[in-house]
């Protein structure tokens, strides 16, 4: 779990299992390319999200470009995205030349606002340039408000991307998160609620496209004894080796889903009641994953700023991050359209200031995460002390 005693935001938590795929896939030589873990990988993982199928991918990343690509998004094109995720949640819509549109958070559940989205989407209606997908993500496993959202998205027959990277396993009224859009992805990154080492999947109830998405993610080789191309692809498979661990993962995701939970619950117990402290909210009919315990700190209540917070726990060799900074604000995006959820005050800015997420690998011992919470305690009386 650990190096050198250190405690990370969310180390990989293997199962003991993955090494009987791996063995298995030796010794049948099934080491590349395709096989039969792959094929059962996607199976199991359609299962698990109620769709008709499931491609298994080399990262998150590409599934999110594969889904813009089946949605023929191209130069010129508008996306809409949530500003506060990561990066690879936008950068696909960059690949294809398009055009992003970034849409704020609503404090409820930090998730794109339906109100910002239908002012974006009236005001792009009317202007003729109505996007090509709306990409939604559910951040840190919380789920965004998807019946306004994908009412709003029928009303003007915009198709939904589900960026379900960090919520695999969290469900929005008894549906599993990932299975609402026109296409959902999963990854398996390091640092996600379970993890192939790196890789993805792309989601769908849309078997033809499933099929189209597989031609793309192998250089789109025509049916043909030679090499034949007709079309642009791309190399996006995910190993056999990979889809061997995916499984052994898979099959311990309910038990991380309640570990995550488990260790959210006790930082709220800790600290939850303390002046200016707010932990993320959990939306009404939805379960989270609780893929990493975030809140947040009010520095004019608190006395307590987050860099300093951090500071502090990386002097114990504690990693916490503050919350992702919103695409919007990112150099990389200036100048690009953003509707905040308020006129003249934007939310994710406020997320991203007074934000923190803390240590919430499920693999974490209940002494470490003491660790963590006497630093935080610390911190926070330190402060108040001097407000
Ligand atoms: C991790 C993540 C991705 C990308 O996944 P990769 O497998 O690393 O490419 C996309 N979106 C969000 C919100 C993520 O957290």
């Keep these: 779990m650990q190096h050198n005693g250190r ?3 969310s180390a990989p938590h293997m199962s003991g299992k993955e090494q009987t795929y791996i063995q298995e896939a030796f010794d049948t030589n099934w080491v590349a390319p395709l096989g ?3 094929d059962a990988f996607e199976t199991e993982i359609a299962a698990y999200a109620g769709v008709a199928g499931a491609v298994a991918l080399s990262s998150g990343t590409a599934a999110i470009h594969l889904a813009l690509e089946l949605l023929e998004v191209g130069r010129g094109d508008r996306v809409f995205c949530s500003t506060l995720t990561f990066i690879a949640s936008a950068n696909p819509i960059l690949y294809q030349g398009a055009e992003p549109v970034f849409i704020d958070s609503e404090p409820d559940t930090w998730n794109m606002s339906p109100e910002a989205l239908e002012l974006a989407l009236d005001e792009a209606a009317r202007a003729g340039k109505l996007p090509k997908a709306v990409v939604v993500v559910h951040l840190y496993g919380q789920s965004a408000k998807m019946d306004r959202i994908s009412d709003l998205c029928a009303r003007y027959e915009v198709p939904i991307v589900e960026d379900a990277a960090e919520s695999l396993g969290s469900t929005y009224r008894g549906t599993k998160s990932g299975s609402m859009g026109q296409f959902g992805i999963y990854s398996f990154n390091g640092n996600k609620i379970i ?4 890789g993805g999947m792309l989601i769908s109830n849309d078997v033809q496209a499933l ?3 597989r031609f793309l993610a192998t250089q789109a080789r025509d049916p043909a004894l030679h090499y034949q191309h007709s079309v642009m692809g791309y190399n996006y498979r995910m190993s056999n080796l990979l889809a061997g661990v995916g499984r052994a993962q898979l099959e311990v ?3 991380r889903v309640e570990a995550r939970r488990a260790i959210f619950e006790t930082y709220r117990d800790a600290f939850g009641n303390h002046r200016g402290v707010r932990f993320m909210p959990e939306l009404a009919d939805t379960r989270s ?5 975030t809140l947040t700190i009010d520095k004019q209540e608190t006395g307590l700023n987050i860099p300093d917070l951090i500071g502090e726990l990386s002097a114990h060799n504690i990693e916490a991050r503050p919350v992702w900074k919103p695409l919007h604000l ?3 995006f200036q100048g690009v359209r953003y509707y905040p959820h308020e006129d003249g005050t934007s939310t994710s800015d406020r997320l991203f200031e007074e934000g923190v997420c803390l240590p919430s690998g499920s693999g974490m011992n209940r002494s470490e995460q003491n660790r963590v919470i006497s630093i935080v305690n610390e911190a926070l009386s330190t402060a108040t002390a001097n407000v």
């Design 7 to 9: 405690i990370y935001l």
């Design 36 to 38: 039969p873990n792959v």
């Design 195 to 198: 993890t192939t080492s790196g």
């Design 211 to 213: 099929a189209k998405a």
């Design 253 to 255: 995701l309910d038990e």
């Design 289 to 293: 994953n609780r893929w990493l315990t």
């Design 330 to 332: 990112q150099p990389l």
